[in-house]
């Protein structure tokens, strides 16, 4: 008996180290968290993790339009594609990610797919604001790998214009 229940012990144990092998996270958009002041520009990257080979997607950028405004999109890395005239839109937060039919490119492996320009409106106050990529579609000729998903970075707004008052008690005890 004693046999039987190492036997059947080992048979699961291998099947779970099997399967845990063998299992991929499926692919999905990054979005790198920035920190950024009040009035100043910065710039995140948009990156694909667990990229099975994309050649086509579309996705939109949105941003917390009441204290962040998207100053620019960039397509980098990928010299090798050809991209849709109309790929980036910074007015509408656009992305259309086309690969070259002709020379039968796949991106592969993670990368940084788009950057994005930021900037961080006047008066903002301290906290996290968020930047969404809003995905259509991302996959090849033969299947949707992401459809319909929203990723999230943040801009963070730090404290910085805290003044120390030294602790001096200006109404005295009564």
Same mark, same amino acid.
């Given at each position: 008996m004693k046999k039987i229940i190492s036997l059947l012990t080992i048979a699961v144990l291998m099947v779970v180290l099997a399967t845990a092998a063998?299992?991929?996270?499926?692919?999905?958009? +990054? &979005?790198?968290? !920035?920190? $950024?002041?009040?009035?100043?520009?910065? =710039?995140? #990257? /948009?990156? &694909? !993790?667990?990229?099975?080979? &994309?050649?086509?997607?579309?996705?939109?950028?949105? !941003? *917390?339009?009441? #204290? @962040?405004? @998207? /100053?620019?999109m960039a397509f980098v890395g990928m010299e090798d594609w050809q991209w849709d005239t109309t790929g980036i839109n910074p007015a509408t937060g656009k992305v259309v990610v086309l690969a070259d039919a002709i020379k039968d490119y796949k991106l592969e492996g993670d990368c940084v797919l788009v950057t994005l320009t930021v900037k961080v409106k006047e008066g903002?106050?301290? $906290?996290?604001?968020? /930047?969404?990529? =809003?995905? *259509?579609?991302?996959?090849?000729? *033969?299947? *949707? %790998? &992401?459809? +319909?998903?929203? %990723?999230?970075?943040?801009? !963070? /707004?730090?404290c910085t214009e805290h003044v120390w008052d030294e602790g001096v008690v200006k109404t005295p005890a009564t």
């Open positions: 063998f299992a991929t996270e499926a692919p999905a958009l +990054e &979005i790198a968290d !920035v920190e $950024g002041a009040a009035g100043a520009e910065v =710039v995140m #990257n /948009v990156a &694909i !993790v667990n990229n099975p080979g &994309i050649t086509v997607g579309e996705f939109r950028v949105t !941003v *917390d339009s009441e #204290n @962040l405004e @998207l /100053v620019d903002t106050l301290p $906290g996290k604001y968020a /930047v969404n990529a =809003v995905v *259509d579609y991302i996959g090849d000729d *033969d299947a *949707d %790998f &992401i459809v +319909e998903e929203t %990723f999230t970075g943040y801009v !963070v /707004v730090p």
